[in-house]
């Protein structure tokens, strides 16, 4: 299968990238800083690696993913993970603070989505999954300092719903995995001193497992993946 992933450096993405170079699938991934990975691929895996350094803020960023994209004529899955917080109390927010929070969090998917559809529609079942926050999700439990990250989050969840609304008549489908809290540098930025469920080699396995099996089996969905409340 072939994957692209954004947001590899570190946390989930990083996790994620090796589930899915260990079983040999080819993966394109994107993350402003390199990711280093432990030395326990072979050659023939590493192979199936290509590593995109970039800020997806970046039109330059945009333009390296095409060229890498020139090779493949099918893509299989498309994991937006990347993401971006700011934790602020409200009046003290900035306009950089909305655009960098938006422009990752929410633009910079719907612009790598619609680089990618010409080779999801190649493919008998392309799925696009949007990694978000249970904080996105309308309804649940909001925490200050938090207003741009999960207004962001929400604005993605809804992205998902009218993509998979719009191209229902196609192979492709859309869904979002609105996550709870994750042993990760953001969480501790978020909620310092906060000790999460999960390990992000826990949570990379659930998605990596979803994309393979769960993801091809329903569209338009906003499912939560938490135990806590972070």
């Not at 999460?196 to 497992?209: D, G, H, V």
């Amino acid at each position: 299968m072939k994957y692209i992933i954004t947001g590899t450096s570190r946390g989930i993405g990083k996790q994620l990238l090796i589930s899915v170079l260990k079983d040999g699938h080819q993966v394109i991934s994107v993350s402003r800083s390199k990711t280093i990975v432990e030395n326990e691929f072979s050659s023939r895996l590493m192979s199936n690696w290509i590593e995109i350094s970039g800020d997806l803020t970046m039109d330059s960023t945009y333009e390296k993913i095409s060229r890498a994209l020139a090779s493949w004529n099918t893509l299989d899955v498309l994991v937006n993970n990347a993401g971006y917080l700011v934790n602020k109390p409200f009046e003290q927010l900035t306009k950089n603070d909305f655009s960098d929070s938006y422009n990752v969090n929410v633009l910079s998917p719907s612009i790598l989505i619609n680089l990618c559809l010409p080779l999801l529609k190649n493919n008998t079942q392309g799925k696009v999954i949007n990694i978000g926050s249970i904080g996105g999700v309308q309804g649940s439990v909001k925490f200050s300092g938090l207003a741009y990250y999960s207004s962001s989050k929400g604005a993605l969840s809804i992205l998902t719903e009218c993509l998979a609304e719009e191209f229902k008549e196609t192979n492709i489908t859309f869904n979002y995995l609105a996550l709870g809290a994750v042993q990760t540098k953001m969480l501790e930025k978020a909620f310092p001193g906060f000790q999460a469920p999960f390990l992000p080699n826990q949570m990379a396995e659930f998605i990596y497992r979803f994309s393979m099996h769960s993801a091809a089996m329903m569209n338009g969905k906003i499912i939560p993946v938490a135990l806590t409340t972070p």
